[in-house]
């Protein structure tokens, strides 16, 4: 594996399972963890081993079949949690625990009730004994931008020493900025021995609206694991959007020299897989796989896609699974398109017909807001009945 690649670790049935809306059940979750295998990614974290007996059997189950990620499980930094994980990843064929405590004040005063000093102590033990499990431990100091760097640097030192192999630093509350998040992941690299010989982690939520910026900016400050989750489900606002991730690094390739397992064609029937597994899909403005992403209707935006796709369109719809672009007809859009879909619908106008047929269709449009394809044929009917 070069210095370059980067991992990717979903999260969409833990972080993303535990949000409003999206419970899902151990058939489900395993179905997904089937889909989410094909799309190539590297870790997958199946959930909360701890949690209830539900997510203990889904984690089990899921490490029972599904060979190609390493499969995790969360645990708080207690023994109890821990041995519960490793009970749950026991089939495995490759296992990880991923290991979280606050290193915020506010998280260590007000949730925890415990020192620094205690945090740090915590650390150290928590990591050794998922070590005497598994060789593979993700130690993530939660709150990580809301601590101090000083303080974080501690934590994460001493994470490493106890023999954590990647360090996750997440924006647990979406608070972060690309410009602050970045810093911080050179912070890290710069003062932490053993920051060199671990993969530093990116995990963001999105209360902002900005957790796949930060994950983008963290990348271009050396992390090497996203975290992420399909359709960006995840607490409160989500987390950072797989497809969105995806498609950026892809699209912008020329800024980031990275390379990766996924398989971006997977990720449109993935996406659709969930929303008809959760109670909701994505918002039709979703980028990438929304319902929109791929649409058209303003008349001069058709008329360049349909001359040419990449005038409005900087990725095919192909490229990340979407069966085509759509014209959409209505108020907005030009004779272009409404010859080309009358054309798909097995009418081909004269350039007078087309004239007469594009006046009818506008003035249904200012009438009617979505237009059918049974409206274009009546309209049509219309026109030659009364030639
Ligand atoms: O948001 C967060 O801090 C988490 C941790 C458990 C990694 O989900
Ligand atoms: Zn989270």
């Not at 994470?159 to 998040?181: C, F, K, Q, R, W």
Request: proline fraction near 4%; aromatic fraction near 6%.
């Amino acid at each position: 594996m070069t210095q370059n690649h980067l991992r990717f670790f979903d999260t969409t049935l833990r972080d993303g399972e535990q949000s409003p809306g999206c419970s899902m059940t151990q058939p489900e979750k395993l179905a997904m963890a089937h889909a989410l295998e094909d799309l190539g990614v590297d870790i997958l974290e199946a959930g909360f081993a701890i949690s209830s007996e539900g997510d203990f059997s889904a984690i089990r189950s899921i490490a029972s079949e599904i060979r190609l990620p390493i499969i995790t499980s969360l645990a708080r930094a207690r023994r109890e949690d821990i041995e519960r994980a490793a009970e749950a990843l026991e089939p495995a064929h490759k296992a990880r625990i991923h290991l979280f405590l606050a290193s915020s004040d506010i998280h260590l005063e007000y949730k925890l009730k415990i020192s620094r000093e205690q945090a740090l102590a915590q650390t150290a033990e928590a990591v050794a004994h998922a070590r005497s499990y598994v060789d593979d431990v993700e130690f993530s100091p939660e709150d990580a931008t809301r601590t101090s760097h000083d303080f974080l640097c501690q934590m994460v030192a001493v994470a490493i020493e106890a023999g954590a192999t990647t360090i996750n630093l997440p924006d647990t509350v979406g608070y972060s900025v690309p410009a602050e998040y970045a810093a911080m992941f050179r912070v890290v690299r710069e003062r932490v021995p053993g920051a060199d010989k671990v993969i530093l982690s990116t995990h963001c939520h999105n209360d902002l609206g900005l957790a796949v910026a930060n994950t983008l900016a963290a990348v271009e400050a050396g992390a090497r694991q996203v975290e992420c989750s399909i359709n960006g489900i995840g607490e409160r606002a989500g987390n950072a959007a797989l497809e969105e991730i995806a498609a950026a690094l892809r699209v912008r390739a020329d800024q980031f020299p990275v390379e990766h397992n996924l398989n971006l064609e997977r990720i449109y029937a993935t996406s659709q897989q969930l929303t008809r597994t959760i109670s909701f899909g994505p918002a039709p403005n979703k980028a990438i796989v929304g319902a929109n992403a791929f649409a058209h209707e303003a008349g001069i935006h058709q008329h360049g896609v349909l001359s040419n796709p990449l005038t409005y369109e900087i990725m095919t719809p192909a490229s990340v699974g979407v069966p085509a672009n759509r014209m959409v007809l209505g108020k907005h859009s030009g004779r272009h398109a409404l010859r080309s879909r009358l054309v798909e619908l097995g009418y081909t106008l004269q350039p007078s017909d087309l004239d007469v047929a594009y006046r009818a269709f506008t003035e249904l449009a200012d009438r009617k807001k979505s237009i059918y394809d049974q409206d274009l044929i009546n309209l049509v009917a219309h026109h030659q009945r009364h030639e």
